[in-house]
Each structure stands twice: as structure tokens, then as C-alpha cells.
């Protein structure tokens, strides 16, 4: 992954992002990336890692979000979060506050998410 997936991926985003930013879209256009789960913090028998939903990488980039943010970290294996983890109501709260056309007033997943 490191070796074949990532740098296209990295290579392509970079160029999507230019893209966007060089069109004057960026600011007005949230870019969101993610995969469905993270992966166990070790390998398996089968040489290979299994989906592991306690913790994964999300990015985010232009409506509104601030350049260059890392927030929250995870374990040093990755396994789980360490500190400011966000759970995926949280993520959708940000987004709906970042594209300004939702807000917790009128979302059923923000209005039905505990107060911290």
C-alpha cells in the first residue's frame, strides 16, 4: 500500500486540490476522504489486515476547514484513539456546520447525538 496505492493517491488528491484551489472553488467546496473502516494494527495469519472499525483516518479539505489541522491522534500501533476522538455523528455535525445548510435544528443524526 505504502509503495503502490498511496503515492498515485497522494499524486492525484494534491492535483485535485491545485485544481480546485487554482479555480477559486476550494473555499466554497468541502472534499471529504475516507474509506468504510481502518484495518486491524496487525497483520494476520493470511498476511493481511482485517476491517477494524475503532479508529481510521478521515480527511477534509477546503469549505471552511483550516489548512494544514491534524486533530486527534491515535495509539502508536494506530489500533485506537488517543486523544479527541471523533465519532461519526461528530464528523457529520462538522460537515453540516462547515456546508452551512444543515444545522442541529433541523438534522435528525445532530439532534439525536448526546451533549458534550
Known amino acids: 500500500m ?5 503515492p498515485p493517491f497522494d499524486k492525484a488528491l494534491s ?3 491545485d485544481d ?3 479555480r477559486g472553488l476550494l473555499d466554497e467546496t468541502l472534499v471529504t476522504w475516507w474509506g468504510e ?3 486491524t494494527p496487525k497483520i ?3 498476511v493481511g489486515r482485517e476491517h477494524w472499525g475503532f479508529c481510521q483516518s478521515v480527511g477534509l479539505a477546503g ?3 483550516q489548512r494544514g489541522l491534524i486533530y486527534g491522534t491515535s495509539t502508536k ?3 485506537y484513539p488517543e486523544t479527541l476522538p ?3 455523528d461528530d464528523l457529520s455535525a462538522t460537515m453540516f456546520h462547515l456546508l452551512g445548510s444543515i444545522t442541529s435544528s433541523t438534522c435528525t443524526i445532530c439532534r439525536a447525538a448526546p451533549s458534550r
Open 63 to 65: 469549505g471552511g476547514v
Open 15 to 17: 492535483a485535485f486540490l
Open 2 to 6: 505504502r509503495d503502490h496505492l498511496l
Open 20 to 22: 480546485m484551489q487554482d
Open 77 to 79: 500501533d494506530g489500533g
Open 37 to 39: 473502516f481502518g484495518r
Open 44 to 46: 494476520n495469519r493470511q
Open 86 to 88: 471523533v465519532r461519526p
